[in-house]
């Protein structure tokens, strides 16, 4: 494999004596858009802030395009980074706002121009460009971030939870849009989220941190099929899953025979709402609702395995509220996670 | 109920409004000696009022010390501020505490103080410990109306500014300098009128032959007792009305006091 053209090296970050994130390595290649994803407070922001330059590392190295940046001042590494609040400058029309970075490289006028134009025309913004950032809506304003960065063309470009601000649609409309901006670029993108899906329908490559550390890195398909950890398998909708300890299923009350053989060394299984089945198996619950969906109906269980999520379709037999029944964990649709 | 509020509101307004319009009427006074009612209404001491020599030199030394004290103040104070809203500076509880006591201690201790510790042991000349004692008494000011500014000011453009290229320098000058011009602006305006009326840190620290405008209308209302005190007055009531209406017109300046 060639060098990677982002590296993180044991890269560890703390706030005085809290350590935000610790040990760190992950890289990714020229050109890939690659996710972080990870609940509130496991140190994404702090992780992008580190490789722009904002915050000196308490040790480790940060790599970029061959070149070690770990001591380079923020304004001299050619990474971009889309803020979360957005951070426009609010005594700037959006035209200066995207033009300011240009103006400090002392770009030539003409080529200032075309470039300016050019970023707001990627970001639809073209008929903005007198309006003071007060005068747009979050996703208009979202998008002068975006154009701002994009106009410097960024070797490395870092967004952070750039669309968590947005209404549906226009989250799904940035999405497509960045995606694009990528492709039409070639700009190499970090990606920080807290949304799953989100992760999923954007990356090449997701990585999945956890309280400061890294949990794991793969493919969409990766990361949703074949979780690796209980963090992981949770964090992506599995609901049902378990620690394994001495080949038994630990429960609410103590170890549950899972009804076959675990595998030797695997340290929990995760099951889908949809691949538990109910009205046979060895496993004994009570319905505690259920709630209709359209396709299908949620039932949520109390069992001595704890708290228990299934979604079957519609069409099957309807268990009431209250009544006993008995359901399946089973072995064909089990996620085997090699870490607890 | 509603009587007994507005009653109140009138007394109130003229306990507020009313020295000023009587200090207005006995200006205008066509007699020779400072009294109300008026003796006559006519301009002629008004016009003498720019006549006299001590009160120009006094003027222009106020209107310099102002301008000048503010000025230093403010260079000096804008930093400060910056250090405490953005840094986590040790002891900045303390810092603040200090800052606000040239507030709370009556400027006849500052005046006072700095006269017997500074100006008499150093052999300071007059104007200089003026300078000195009046940009000690501004620098809170300065400190605190910037610090309300920039507090209303996301830190987060800065490292904006950063990351497109700008140094820190560049930052700070290019993005946060014209967002918080309007509060710099307000704390000038503060700035000058408080030293403009400044009379107890004042009062300690002239000389012969250097007053203040403030110091210099005391010392001649000593030996003189003509209208022209109240023409004064009122004309410098009328300049600092002027300066306040037009700042609130462009700044909004109560936000910040
Ligand atoms: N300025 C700071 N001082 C001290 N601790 C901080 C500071 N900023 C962040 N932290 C801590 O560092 C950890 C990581 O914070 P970070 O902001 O990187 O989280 P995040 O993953 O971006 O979360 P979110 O999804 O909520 O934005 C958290 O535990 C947080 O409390
Ligand atoms: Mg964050």
């Not at chain 1, 949620?298 to 069409?315: N, Q, V």
């Not at chain 2, 008026?38 to 120009?56: A, H, K, Y």
């Not at chain 2, 250090?83 to 900045?92: C, E, F, S, W």
């Amino acid at each position: 494999m060639s060098d990677p053209f982002l590296e993180l090296d044991a890269l560890t970050l703390t706030y005085g004596d809290t350590i935000a994130v610790e040990a760190l390595d992950f890289h990714m290649a020229a050109g890939e858009l690659v996710a972080l994803l990870g609940p509130s407070g496991c140190g994404k922001t702090t992780t992008m802030r580190a490789i722009a330059g904002l915050m000196r590392p308490a040790a480790g190295h940060i790599r970029l395009d061959g070149r070690d940046i770990t001591r380079v001042a923020p304004n001299r590494r050619g990474v971009g980074l889309v803020f979360q609040s957005y951070a426009l400058f609010p005594h700037l029309s959006v035209y200066e706002n995207v033009a300011f970075g240009l103006r400090i490289a002392r770009i030539r006028a003409e080529e200032l121009e075309r470039r300016t134009h050019a970023a707001l025309g990627a970001v639809g913004l073209t008929d903005f460009a007198g309006r003071a950032p007060a005068e747009l809506s979050g996703g208009q304003q979202q998008r002068v971030a975006l154009a701002r960065s994009i106009v410097m063309e960024p070797k490395l470009l870092l967004l952070d939870e750039p669309l968590s601000n947005l209404d549906a649609r226009l989250r799904l409309e940035m999405r497509t849009e960045l995606a694009r901006l990528q492709r039409e670029f070639g700009i190499a993108m970090l990606y920080v989220t807290h949304d799953q899906a989100e992760a999923l329908a954007l990356a090449d490559r997701i990585i999945v941190m956890n309280d400061g550390k890294v949990e794991q890195v793969g493919t969409p398909e990766d990361i949703y099929d074949r979780p690796t950890s209980v963090f992981v398998a949770d964090f992506v909708g599995f609901e049902n899953t378990f620690r394994v300890e001495r080949g038994a299923l630990s429960g609410a009350n103590g170890p549950v025979d899972a009804g076959f053989a675990v595998t030797e060394g695997a340290r929990g299984l995760a099951w889908r709402p949809q691949d538990v089945t109910l009205g046979q198996g060895p496993h004994r619950g009570r319905i505690e609702g259920a709630s209709y969906l359209g396709q299908s109906v949620e039932y949520l269980m109390s069992s001595p395995l704890g708290p228990i999520k299934a979604e079957r379709p519609a069409h099957e037999k309807r268990h009431a509220t209250g009544t006993e029944v008995t359901f399946d964990l089973p072995q064909a649709r089990a996620v085997e996670l090699a870490r607890g | 109920m509603r009587h007994a509020g507005r009653a109140l509101l009138v007394v109130v307004m003229l306990f507020l409004v009313g020295p000023f319009i009587l200090i207005c009427l006995t200006g205008l006074s066509g007699g020779e000696t400072l009294a109300f009612p008026p003796d006559g209404l006519s301009l002629r001491w008004v016009i003498r009022v720019f006549e006299i020599e001590s009160f120009r030199d006094s003027f222009a030394l106020s209107l310099t010390l102002g301008i000048g004290a503010t000025l230093i103040a403010l260079i000096l104070g804008i930093p400060a501020a910056y250090a405490l809203v953005r840094y986590d500076v040790p002891g900045a509880d303390a810092i603040r505490n200090l800052l606000t006591a040239p507030i709370i201690v009556p400027g006849i201790i500052v005046g006072l103080a700095l006269l017997r510790h500074l100006v008499i042991p150093s052999g300071l000349g007059v104007t200089l410990a003026l300078f000195l004692g009046h940009t000690a008494l501004l620098i809170p000011y300065a400190v605190r109306v910037t610090a309300a500014s920039l507090q209303n000011l996301r830190a987060d453009i800065e490292d904006a500014a950063i990351l497109l290229g700008a140094s820190r320098i560049g930052a700070f000058v290019r993005v946060t300098l014209p967002n918080i011009k309007n509060g710099i602006m307000a704390a000038f305006i503060i700035g000058f009128i408080t030293s403009f009326n400044e009379v107890p840190v004042s009062l300690f620290l002239t000389g012969p032959g250097v007053a203040t405008l403030p110091v210099d209308m005391l010392l001649y209302m000593e030996y003189n007792y003509d209208p022209s005190i109240a023409a004064l007055s009122g004309l410098l009531a009328l300049m600092s009305l002027g300066v306040v209406l037009t700042a609130e017109r462009l700044l909004g300046l109560s936000r910040y006091v």
